[in-house]
């Protein structure tokens, strides 16, 4: 009888084991073909792997995307949300920044009043993060309040895609600006 119980007990985590894999695995496959359709600009492909991937809400990656896809397509308000859920959503690190400027350009798009702070936000995150120069165009419409929206998507988006390369290379590669030694420094 003891030995059934165990056998049960053990059957049962095993079966949780494997699920928690799967999902994770689904998850990581409809994210990196997402990437791959949206870095190749096929924005309503990567929509959809996107929209999978967010069902199985393991982070904020595939809400950031998804905010970024309705952002592109002028749709605003579903953009809003979109980055509401990464909010709620456990940080992913790769895509935390592309969070924050997207947060940060829909309130903008928006009129909303917590643009401004969401801009703030962002420039504070990426002064922590990472040292590209082009940061001090963003302060400097920051603190004139005269945002140009085009040119500010524009610095953002070079900004995030030299961030995310060199995440990437780290983490999976332990390359890249982050895998130096602090101590030179």
Request: proline content about 2%; charged content about 25%.
């Amino acid at each position: 009888m003891r030995k059934a119980v165990h056998t049960a007990i053990g059957l049962a985590l095993l079966s949780l084991l494997l699920s928690s894999c799967t999902t994770y695995g689904i998850y990581a496959g409809n994210l990196r073909s997402g990437k791959n359709l949206f870095n190749e600009g096929k924005f309503t492909e990567a929509q959809r792997y996107f929209e999978e991937a967010a069902a199985r809400n393991i982070d904020g990656a595939a809400y950031t995307y998804l905010a970024v896809i309705a952002y592109r397509q002028n749709d605003l308000r579903r953009a809003a949300g979109f980055i509401a859920d990464a909010e709620k959503s456990p940080p992913d690190a790769i895509t935390s920044l592309r969070m924050y400027a997207y947060k940060a350009l829909i309130l903008l798009g928006l009129n909303d009043p917590g643009g401004m702070k969401a801009l703030k936000e962002y420039i504070d995150r990426y002064d922590s993060l990472y040292p590209l120069e082009s940061i001090k165009d963003i302060k400097d419409m920051w603190r004139s309040g005269k945002i140009d929206r085009v040119f500010l998507e524009a610095v953002m988006d070079e900004q995030i895609r030299w961030y995310e390369q060199d995440m990437e290379l780290y983490i999976y590669n332990n390359l890249g600006y982050y895998s130096r030694d602090m101590r030179e420094f």
